[in-house]
């Protein structure tokens, strides 16, 4: 380490900013797709039909098919189809786990969930595929991972983001003097530039997503908060969960049928007290027991997770009262973890978390080419060629700047043209993006660096570039006809990717000039160098 | 929120100025003098409260902050990209503020 307080706070900004850098990349990327989630299903779901149903006859149609469906759940859940994030109407049953014998416990058991057609209340057929929440899901289970080996994982990269950030900005002499500058075309001065000046410009954005996101794993992170309280082991741990999600409403089952009420009534007593398309679900707890209760949820309209509810008596329909109280603590928690997720976003705000997101990803990019390009000029002066920790650094960020965005193409290629009646369809698609990511990453190891760069970048382009292609192929909803009957999913889905496919085109083309430029140079400065000494052959 | 951009941007556009190596973008070999720095530096602070409270007002304190912070982001952004690659862009809005400060600063006088 450096002598003086910035140069060492220099030295931990490099190293913990490169040590995960990679993983926090392919975090923000795939984090950042999760901003339209619910579009991609939608793309990755064609069969999906646009939902007309008007509430009451949604909620009758799910009422009706979990009636028929199950019984002595602990918990059924109604997503009619009146926000973006549940385009079509969904039901989900959670039952009671079983003890040793046979009988019903507390905890939760297995969770079922469908998607409904509200006009026959027969669950809707679509081809298997893990959609836009599993990509989103990625971000922070990596997919291949058991959950507390990730949480554990990205709870450390996280640790190590926010370290970075605020060393960074301690590092960052001229935050006020540089705020709007970036100088172009000028070497490892741009790339400072660029890193820096996007990192100013988007710190509350910066600070907030990777704050929050740790909060997402507090309680992994310190488990002797809940220990100390709960007792440790497997069994505490659940109950600490089964309490945190406990809602005051609920009571005890009271073992005693009872029919359950009109749930489309209770949702209409809803929309007249909040206006019309303000539910967002309805949520009943031990369905057709005495003691059902039934919780009609509001839209959400700011940024915390929770939200106004009406409770009702599940079998007189009676209002029993509204929206629970919350402890400051809760409160807080809630909040940030909304402000990660933006559920509340309208589409402005939306994409502008979409955009922010993405300086996010260029932010942590251009570090980790600067780690290169810094270091560059004196690793290649070296004897032998540079170290092997240098080409490491430099292979993987080929692999992983072009090569996710390529493999995450792959994963749609997958869902449009593996055979629908493939076995474990959803998991090969995911498959299919991870070999791909591989492949991408061993690919730079046996090029030239420079011309991995390129064509990496050439294979990117027009992996994104056909996807309009392929959908328009396989689905016969091409860009045109999708901008005509205005539906916005899918043309936004092909702009969107014809728009990043023609960015990395043009990345290409630049590097491409300037690797020319490079060699016109070399050859010049050789030619010169044999006028000056006749005498010397080479 | 595009009001509240439009100030933000704008009162961007003004601390930029104040900042010499942007100035002289814009008018090599220029020099701000101390008072009209002093205008320019308190009308674009202005100008940034007004962003956020006018969406604050709008939207509420948590949402409004949240799209506050977007859009600082959003109207920084595209006035970075300005300087860096049409500079004139930049210099034609700028103008105008420019002509509206410099006559408030002679009524002072």
Redesign the interface.
């Known amino acids: 380490m450096k002598n003086g307080f910035r140069q060492s706070m220099a030295w931990l900004h490099t190293w913990t900013g490169l040590v995960v850098g990679w993983v926090l990349f392919f975090v923000f990327v795939t984090g950042n797709l999760g901003r339209f989630d619910t579009e991609i299903d939608r793309w990755m779901k064609p069969e999906l039909p646009a939902e007309t149903a008007t509430l009451a006859q949604s909620i009758d149609a799910a009422q009706q098919r979990l009636q028929e469906k199950t019984t002595g759940s602990a918990l059924w859940t109604i997503w009619p189809a009146t926000n973006r994030d549940y385009p079509n109407l969904r039901i989900r049953s959670e039952d009671y786990r079983l003890d040793a014998q046979g009988e019903p416990t507390n905890l939760r058991g297995n969770r079922a969930e469908e998607i409904l057609d509200p006009e026959t209340a027969a669950p809707v057929q679509t081809r298997a595929t893990g959609g836009g929440q599993l990509l989103y899901k990625m971000h922070y289970a990596l997919h291949y991972l058991p959950r507390n080996v990730s949480d554990w994982l990205i709870g450390i990269c996280s640790m190590f983001m926010l370290v970075a950030i605020i060393s960074g900005v301690i590092t960052h002499k001229k935050i006020f003097a540089d705020f709007f500058t970036f100088r172009p075309n000028k070497g490892q001065r741009s790339w400072l530039d660029l890193h820096a000046m996007l990192a100013t410009i988007t710190l509350p954005f910066f600070l907030m997503i990777t704050y929050s996101g740790l909060v997402f794993f507090v309680l992994t992170l310190f488990p002797g908060i809940v220990a100390s309280n709960y007792g440790s082991g497997e069994q505490q741990r659940e109950v600490f969960n089964e309490e945190m999600a406990a809602k005051e409403f609920r009571i005890e089952r009271a073992n005693s049928p009872a029919n359950l009420t009109r749930l489309s009534a209770l949702a209409d007593i809803a929309e007249k007290r909040w206006g019309e398309g303000s539910v967002r679900l309805i949520e009943v707890s031990d369905p057709g027991d005495a003691h059902a209760r039934v919780r009609v949820v509001h839209q959400l309209d700011d940024t915390s997770r929770t939200n106004q509810e009406l409770i009702f008596d599940g079998a007189s329909g009676a209002l029993l009262g509204e929206q629970h109280a919350e402890s400051q603590a809760r409160g807080f928690y809630d909040h940030l973890l909304g402000l990660h997720r933006g559920l509340f976003a309208d589409w402005i705000l939306r994409w502008l978390y979409f955009i922010s997101g993405w300086i996010g990803a260029i932010i942590i990019g251009s570090g980790l080419v600067l780690w290169v390009v810094k270091r560059a000029p004196k690793q290649l002066k070296q004897e032998g060629g540079p170290d092997i920790g240098h080409r490491l650094v430099e292979s993987l960020n080929v692999g992983t700047i072009a090569g996710l965005p390529i493999a995450i193409a792959a994963y749609f290629w997958a869902n449009r043209l593996l055979p629908i009646d493939l076995a474990g369809r959803g998991n090969w698609e995911a498959n299919a993006m991870f070999i791909v990511w591989l492949a991408a990453l061993l690919y730079p190891v046996f090029r030239p660096i420079k011309r991995a760069w390129i064509e990496q970048f050439w294979i990117a382009s027009a992996a994104l570039l056909l996807l309009p292609v392929i959908n328009a192929l396989t689905t016969g909803r091409h860009l045109l006809h999708s901008l005509q009957v205005q539906d916005w999913i899918f043309a936004g889905f092909d702009l969107t990717a014809i728009t990043a496919g023609l960015l990395f085109a043009y990345g290409a083309i630049k590097l491409s000039r300037r690797e020319e430029v490079v060699a016109v140079n070399k050859r010049d400065k050789k030619v010169h160098a044999q006028l000056d000494s006749p005498a010397q052959t080479i | 929120?595009l009001i509240s951009f439009l100030l933000a941007y704008f009162a961007?556009t003004l601390?930029?100025l104040t900042?010499n190596?942007?100035y002289q973008q814009l008018w090599p070999g220029g020099q701000l003098s101390e008072s009209t720095e002093y205008i320019l530096q308190t009308l674009g602070w202005v100008g940034l409260s007004g962003s956020s409270v006018y969406l604050l007002y709008q939207k509420?304190i948590?949402?409004g902050l949240?799209?506050w912070?977007?859009?600082?982001?959003?109207a920084?952004?595209l006035?970075?990209?300005q300087?860096?690659?049409a500079p004139r862009t930049v210099a034609a809005i700028a103008l105008l503020e420019w002509g509206r400060s410099s006559s408030n600063s002679d009524r002072k006088q």
Do not use: P
Not at chain 2, 69 to 74: E, F, I, R, Y
């Open positions: 929120m961007f601390l930029s900042k190596r942007h509420g948590g949402i949240t799209e912070c977007g859009v600082l982001s959003a920084a952004l006035l970075v990209l300087f860096s690659y």
